[in-house]
């Protein structure tokens, strides 16, 4: 079954202490991206990876580490949360080199900074 | 800088009354444009995508989406809601190297 695999689905910390969530998928997509989501500004893009070793910034970057290392994963790092990163949090990966397909989405991890 | 904007933050619908939700998008050129859908707890589920050719795009559960190149929109439509609609709406435009989603749009239709 394709997916994506994210994983907490939720989480709750203490301000400073590192944490990373994983994103995994099994469609050999190109394409990877995080999101988080926040009442009345929908999804703002964190970082996103057109390859492997190949990163950039997406609009709201600042808090926030990735890595690409292997093409089917995507994790996100946190290396020192706040507070105003309590959010909802999606991956969500796509193929776009073979004509432009739906970005698949996982569950979702939601993260709490307190 | 490019952006996708949705200009209807909250719409209240009884069940059978008919839906536009309206986007817009800021890029030139080409560019791929999708609905997604977010029920209550749920992630993301695509609802339907254009990438070229007939401007009006069908997608699943009825619904429908016209792209008006000249007016730069891509709205969502749907002739007839239920109350199983109920859900938040997300426009989204992909081009190049970013896929970039609107602010969504909260549907709650009451039977």
């Known amino acids: 079954e394709a997916q994506v695999t994210q994983n907490p689905r939720y989480l709750i910390t203490v301000t400073g202490k590192k944490l990373t969530v994983t994103c995994s998928q099994n469609m050999n997509h190109e394409y990877m991206s995080w999101y988080r989501q926040d009442p009345g500004l929908g999804l703002r893009q964190i970082y996103y990876s057109m390859n492997v070793e190949v990163t950039d910034k997406g609009d709201v970057p600042e808090g926030y580490k990735v890595s690409r290392k292997e093409k089917r994963n995507f994790p996100l790092i946190l290396e020192s949360p706040s507070p105003n990163q309590t959010s909802l949090y999606f991956c969500a990966s796509t193929n776009p080199g073979q004509g432009i397909t739906e970005a698949f989405f996982g569950q979702g991890t939601r993260l709490t900074v307190v | 800088a490019q952006s996708v904007s949705q200009h209807n933050h909250h719409v209240i619908l009884s069940e059978a009354a008919s839906l536009e939700l309206g986007c817009n998008y800021s890029y030139g050129g080409t560019v791929n444009l999708f609905w997604y859908v977010q029920y209550p707890g749920q992630h993301l589920q695509l609802l339907l995508k254009?990438?070229?050719?007939?401007?009006l795009v069908k997608g699943i559960k009825g619904f429908e989406a016209e792209f008006i190149k000249s007016k730069f929109s891509f709205n969502l439509r749907k002739p007839s809601v239920q109350w199983s609609d109920t859900a938040e709406y997300f426009c989204a435009a992909y081009n190049t190297d970013k896929l970039i989603f609107g602010t969504g749009t909260r549907l709650q239709v009451f039977p």
């Open positions: 254009y990438f070229s050719g007939d401007p």
